[in-house]
């Protein structure tokens, strides 16, 4: 059998499947098995670094719309908060222009998104502004659970 494993599915294409390790591997093979767990690794620990980032910057953002909300409508607070985000993304793109160029073909679409944008921080903001701040920010966690569509059962 060679290392590598091909196999058809129904449709007639054949899949590569990855090598099969047998039990007995050679001590050189076993080190750069291990050092590429470890490479693996590595942006693992970036990757949770931006994640509580994220979340620290975002309960930060709540926060500060907590008490903005004492201060500002909730169209004001949210216009202000987008113009923020505007200038942020113009400063990034003149210091570090992306390659080419700012384009789109979905022009609809890009406008549909910033619509839903708009209206998703337009109910977060007055959800902050009115409910209990540990209630508003729990419902908006538990977002994903809620937005995410269930997936069919696959019976083997």
């Known amino acids: 059998m060679s290392s590598t494993d091909f196999q058809e599915d129904p449709w007639g294409r054949r899949w590569c499947h990855a090598p099969r390790y047998n039990d007995r591997l050679r001590p050189a093979n076993l080190r750069l098995f291990r050092r590429s767990q470890k490479s693996a690794d590595e942006p693992a620990a970036g ?25 500002l409508n909730t169209f004001a607070l949210v216009f202000w908060t987008n113009l923020f985000g505007f200038l942020i993304m113009c400063i990034w793109c003149a210091v570090q222009p992306p390659r080419d160029g700012i384009a789109t073909k979905r022009l609809g679409l890009h406008l549909l998104r910033s619509i839903f944008t708009y209206s998703a921080l337009l109910t977060y903001f007055y959800a902050i502004a009115v409910m209990p701040f540990a209630n508003a920010v729990v419902l908006q966690s538990l977002g994903p659970v809620f937005g995410t569509p269930p997936r069919k059962a696959v019976l083997r």
Do not use: D, P, T
């Open 47 to 71: 990757g949770i670094l931006c994640m509580i980032v994220a979340a620290f910057l975002f309960a930060a953002g709540a926060s500060m719309a907590r008490l903005a909300s004492a201060e």
